[in-house]
């Protein structure tokens, strides 16, 4: 749980979040993230696991958790930065910690520290009862562009 206090939540940025996530577009859509859950610096992601998405040992392809990782280190952020900014990931690191063979993820992202420009973000990807990733990273927050007259 995180202890930072937004000075806003946005919950139609949220709601607008889960609604395209129900689409197949981009990356997020072929991997089928899906959000279930968005709330004032947490968000709860899920993809199935797809034979497609796995090696040809039978694995989860680690590409798959890094992608998932990396794509809720932002989305995390857009309900509580100034509408019009984004959120654009400058690194993150993640442990690989159990291998995936099937079921479904669930990556957890959480806001640990906010400035103005800056997001510090930790993501836990569980599958079924098992931490199979811990990630943290840091994303850049770029104010809204001034609107020319």
């Known amino acids: 749980m995180s202890d930072v206090t937004f000075e806003t939540y946005d919950e139609q940025v949220a709601r607008g979040l889960m609604a395209a996530h129900e689409s197949d577009d981009g990356l997020p859509g072929w ?14 992601a899920v993809v199935p696991v797809r ?3 796995l090696t040809p040992f039978g694995n989860l392809h680690g590409g798959v958790l ?5 794509h ?16 654009a990931t400058t690194e993150f690191k993640l442990n690989y910690l159990a291998p995936v063979t099937g079921g479904e993820l669930e990556a957890t992202a959480t806001v640990v520290a ?10 836990e990807v569980a599958n079924g009862a098992r931490t199979v990733c811990a990630a943290q990273g840091t994303v850049l927050i770029m104010p809204p562009k001034p609107e020319t007259g």
């Open 31 to 44: 991997l089928g993230i899906r959000l279930a859950e968005v709330g004032p610096g947490t968000t709860r």
């Open 51 to 53: 034979g497609d998405l």
């Open 66 to 70: 890094a992608a998932l990782c990396d």
């Open 72 to 87: 809720v280190l932002g989305t995390v952020c857009y309900p509580v930065i100034p509408r019009g900014a984004w959120a």
């Open 114 to 123: 906010m400035t103005k420009r800056t997001a510090v973000v930790r993501i």
